[in-house]
């Protein structure tokens, strides 16, 4: 049976002090069985959960200063992203620990007597087999990378993953939501010939999360966070490979200081967060720089500095209006009876917001740069559009992108049919290619 919240507070207070001087151990017994009892199933287990579709999976546990056990949850071959385990326990040999981000699952389990199995149950929906074996260095099935934190700002610390390597610095970011684990078994193909690293923003992953403001969370704040992390490692102008969301911080380095970097890959991130398309505008950037003009229209006391910004907002009436009437032509691939989607309640909730409204406007990007679209990409993210209108609504708000992307000097765009928005996995092979004859192409320039 698994310890009640409170026992389980209580042991972890007493654990602490299993490391003291001898003379207390005596009175320690029971808190000493609780480390030795932990110590049971710290490490790494791997199983396959036994449904018509097998998955392999892997558990990792350990300890904190605190001495409560903590643990990490990967499905190895759908997506090597590391789910933070909500709670974990164990009581005469009965484990239990349940997942609450992403997934809902939880686990029951019993560890045998040698301490290298532990038989089970995983429910995710439904019941199924789920039996750990203890791994081992030689059969992991995890990438083998090494973790470290790194501050960025006061009381801010990213996490960065080393995946190895001698050569060039390559360093990859994630999408919204996710840490730079997504790219464990992507990051690897590029070593030894180039030294991989990965780094968490802030807010996701093992990486501290600040108050969700647009200020904590603004796109320069975030390519500030990377440069930070690259000064300290000391890396001579890496190339940055971002996915999604990252293509903001892509940009805001990219714009800002070019000579800091030697190239950026967009996998599928080129959209309007990275760069905006004056012809096509965004509805949102350009509402949010009207909402800030706005604010200052009433307290403007000269009559110059009302002359401005009346000019200001006359200019950018049109503009909005252009970004709406393009917006309406979508909704109206949409059929008015639509319900609302409903969105999982995620504890991601605030900081996405926050880095939404943290969104800025980039349209020099000086730095060489590789654009790959997925183009159709998967559009489960639409239920609302009809099948026969989805790719027509994806081919209208990319095309734009598109065009403004070919028209920097730097970049270099490709389209890749019939792939999904994580491109890196859908299309591995095809952009692992694409990618290394991009960063052969900057070797050969002497970039």
Same mark, same amino acid.
């Given at each position: 049976?698994?310890?009640a919240p409170?026992?389980?507070?209580?042991?972890?207070? %007493?654990a602490?002090?299993?490391?003291?001087?001898?003379?207390?151990?005596?009175?320690?017994?029971?808190?000493?069985?609780?480390?030795?009892?932990?110590?049971?199933?710290?490490?790494?287990?791997?199983?396959?959960?036994?449904?018509?579709?097998?998955?392999?999976?892997?558990?990792?546990?350990?300890? &904190?200063s605190? @001495?409560?056990?903590?643990?990490?949850?990967?499905?190895?071959d759908?997506?090597?992203?590391?789910?933070?385990?909500?709670?974990?326990?164990?009581?005469?040999?009965?484990?239990?620990?349940?997942?609450a981000?992403?997934?809902?699952?939880?686990?029951?389990?019993?560890?045998?007597?040698?301490?290298?199995?532990?038989?089970?149950?995983?429910?995710?929906?439904?019941?199924?087999?789920?039996?750990?074996?203890?791994?081992?260095?030689d059969?992991?099935?995890?990438?083998?990378?090494?973790?470290?934190?790194?501050?960025?700002?006061p009381?801010?610390?990213?996490?960065?993953?080393?995946?190895?390597?001698?050569?060039?610095?390559?360093?990859?970011?994630?999408g919204?939501?996710?840490?730079?684990?997504?790219?464990? %078994?992507?990051?690897?193909?590029?070593?030894?010939?180039?030294?991989?690293?990965?780094?968490?923003?802030?807010?996701?992953?093992?990486?501290?999360?600040?108050?969700p403001?647009?200020? %904590?969370y603004?796109? &320069?704040?975030?390519? &500030? &966070?990377?440069?930070?992390?690259?000064?300290?490692?000391?890396?001579?102008?890496?190339?940055?490979?971002?996915?999604?969301? @990252?293509?903001?911080?892509?940009?805001?380095?990219?714009?800002?200081?070019?000579d800091?970097?030697?190239?950026?890959v967009?996998?599928?991130?080129?959209?309007?967060?990275?760069?905006?398309?004056?012809?096509?505008?965004?509805?949102?950037?350009?509402?949010?720089?009207?909402?800030?003009?706005?604010?200052?229209?009433?307290?403007?006391?000269?009559?110059?500095?009302?002359?401005?910004?009346?000019?200001?907002?006359?200019?950018?009436?049109?503009?909005?209006?252009?970004?709406?009437?393009?917006?309406?032509?979508?909704?109206?691939?949409?059929?008015s009876?639509?319900?609302?989607?409903?969105?999982?309640e995620?504890?991601?909730?605030?900081?996405?917001?926050?880095?939404?409204?943290?969104?800025?406007?980039?349209?020099?990007?000086?730095?060489?740069?590789?654009?790959?679209?997925?183009g159709?990409?998967?559009?489960?993210?639409?239920?609302?559009?009809?099948?026969?209108?989805? @790719?027509?609504?994806?081919?209208?708000?990319?095309t734009?992108?598109?065009?403004?992307?070919?028209?920097?000097?730097?970049?270099?765009?490709?389209?890749?049919? %019939?792939?999904?928005?994580?491109?890196?996995?859908?299309?591995?092979?095809e952009?692992?290619?694409?990618?290394?004859?991009?960063?052969?192409?900057?070797?050969?320039?002497?970039?």
């Amino acid at each position: 049976m698994a310890l009640a919240p409170t026992d389980r507070e209580s042991h972890a207070e %007493n654990a602490m002090l299993c490391c003291k001087p001898a003379l207390f151990l005596l009175l320690l017994l029971p808190s000493a069985a609780f480390c030795t009892h932990a110590q049971d199933i710290v490490g790494q287990w791997q199983g396959t959960i036994k449904t018509s579709s097998p998955q392999r999976v892997a558990l990792v546990v350990s300890i &904190d200063s605190a @001495a409560k056990l903590q643990a990490y949850f990967v499905f190895v071959d759908l997506r090597p992203e590391r789910l933070p385990v909500a709670s974990i326990s164990m009581a005469n040999g009965e484990i239990e620990f349940s997942i609450a981000t992403i997934i809902h699952g939880s686990y029951r389990g019993k560890l045998r007597d040698d301490k290298r199995r532990i038989d089970g149950t995983w429910v995710q929906g439904s019941p199924a087999p789920l039996d750990f074996q203890r791994a081992t260095t030689d059969t992991s099935w995890l990438t083998k990378s090494t973790i470290r934190s790194i501050a960025v700002a006061p009381a801010v610390s990213l996490e960065v993953i080393d995946w190895g390597g001698s050569g060039p610095p390559l360093v990859f970011l994630a999408g919204l939501t996710y840490s730079a684990h997504v790219f464990d %078994n992507f990051a690897p193909k590029f070593v030894p010939k180039y030294h991989a690293y990965g780094i968490t923003r802030r807010g996701f992953g093992a990486s501290s999360s600040p108050a969700p403001t647009s200020s %904590n969370y603004s796109a &320069d704040q975030l390519g &500030d &966070d990377i440069l930070k992390v690259i000064d300290t490692l000391g890396l001579k102008r890496p190339v940055l490979i971002g996915h999604s969301i @990252a293509g903001e911080e892509l940009s805001s380095i990219g714009s800002r200081y070019p000579d800091k970097i030697a190239g950026l890959v967009y996998l599928d991130a080129g959209y309007a967060h990275a760069l905006y398309s004056p012809e096509r505008g965004d509805s949102i950037l350009d509402a949010d720089e009207m909402q800030k003009d706005l604010n200052t229209f009433f307290p403007a006391q000269s009559v110059s500095a009302q002359k401005e910004i009346t000019s200001k907002l006359l200019a950018e009436i049109p503009r909005l209006q252009k970004d709406l009437e393009a917006d309406q032509k979508l909704l109206e691939l949409m059929p008015s009876s639509a319900a609302a989607q409903k969105e999982t309640e995620s504890p991601f909730a605030d900081v996405v917001t926050a880095i939404l409204k943290g969104e800025q406007k980039y349209a020099n990007i000086q730095a060489p740069a590789l654009v790959i679209f997925a183009g159709p990409h998967s559009t489960s993210g639409l239920p609302s559009v009809p099948d026969d209108k989805k @790719a027509e609504y994806i081919a209208t708000k990319q095309t734009a992108q598109t065009n403004a992307f070919e028209k920097l000097k730097s970049a270099k765009v490709l389209i890749i049919p %019939n792939a999904n928005h994580f491109v890196f996995e859908s299309n591995e092979q095809e952009v692992e290619k694409d990618i290394k004859n991009f960063l052969d192409t900057l070797k050969a320039e002497g970039i």
